[in-house]
């Protein structure tokens, strides 16, 4: 067998028409360039994005201690902000009571049973409002003057319109997110080429098949980019409403512990909204990788 078709797997073969030996009776097949397996480049990529993503929370947690430990006082007042070790001390301390957990726990009912509603809700809209005239032409306008207000300032309204808090706080947590959905996937609609529509129905498709085998998978990369817009978008407007009108929840919680002028409570607040809105976003990310797996896919270099 020849060096050129003996190469081992992550070499690169020298072209045929430089296998004639030179002068000095050498062939270049005699050689083999090693190269690196596409596989094994890859995987180191992925950890050192890994450790650069750990080391720089570790390098904002280590300022944060040294700014706040050493009292310092240059235009920002870290002297009035709680240790990193003090917030530690306090979460530790969250984490023995029962009341932490129901406050979690109830944070995310709103946020599962707001969200689901507006995913549902604002995915068919959207598709309705990209494919019919009649539809955009009633409900457009509307949408469009609501869709620039606040979820927030709704606030009144809803105490007024619900007859419990809890209601209110999931109707603006709903709203919040209905609209990063509903735009989304109206444009992701309209987007679509035509062509893939009448391509399929020159095969005789129906309605039907046309909507589930042309328009649902072709609007789901757009879908989830709205979604995944709305969740954190819901987690915003959620925490504010729990700090007006709620009783229980992160965000109540945590508006209490800043009356009471507990600081290193009020951060363990933020830190749990933000590793919460975090782990939500990343399953909505995954789920959509998952969906959309068939698309191609990019690696950063």
Avoid: N
Wanted: charged residues 15%.
């Amino acid at each position: 067998m020849s060096a050129v078709t003996g190469a081992a797997v992550g070499t690169k073969a020298i072209p045929s028409d430089a296998a004639a030996p030179d002068e000095t009776g050498f062939r270049t097949t005699d050689l083999a360039v090693e190269t690196p397996d596409a596989d094994s480049v890859s995987g180191r990529s992925v950890w050192v994005s890994r450790v650069i993503r750990v080391a720089s929370v570790a390098v904002a947690i280590g300022l944060w201690q040294l700014l706040t430990a050493s009292d310092v006082r240059a235009g920002l007042r870290f002297d009035t902000l709680p240790t990193v070790t003090e917030i530690v001390a306090e979460f530790g301390e969250h984490l023995g009571t029962g009341q932490y957990y129901l406050d979690v726990a109830q944070s995310l009912i709103r946020i599962v049973t707001g969200f689901g509603l507006a995913a549902v809700i604002g995915v068919l809209a959207g598709i309705g409002l990209g494919r019919s005239r009649l539809l955009a032409d009633v409900f457009g306008p509307l949408a469009e003057l609501i869709r620039p207000i606040p979820a927030i300032a709704l606030v009144p309204v809803a105490i007024l319109l619900f007859p419990s808090d809890e209601s209110g706080i999931v109707f603006i947590t709903f709203t919040a997110s209905l609209f990063p959905v509903l735009v989304s996937t109206r444009h992701a609609t309209r987007a679509l080429p035509t062509i893939w529509e009448d391509a399929i129905r020159t095969l005789g498709a129906t309605r039907r098949e046309v909507l589930t085998r042309v328009v649902v998978p072709g609007i789901l990369p757009g879908v989830f980019s709205g979604l995944s817009v709305g969740m954190g978008v819901a987690w915003i407007c959620l925490i504010s409403a729990e700090m007006i009108s709620g009783r229980l929840g992160i965000g109540y919680r945590t508006w209490q512990s800043y009356t009471i002028v507990d600081y290193p409570a009020v951060f363990v607040g933020m830190i749990s909204i933000g590793v919460l809105g975090f782990l939500t976003s990343g399953i909505v990310e995954l789920a959509g990788r998952r969906v959309t797996r068939w698309l191609p896919r990019e690696v950063a270099p």
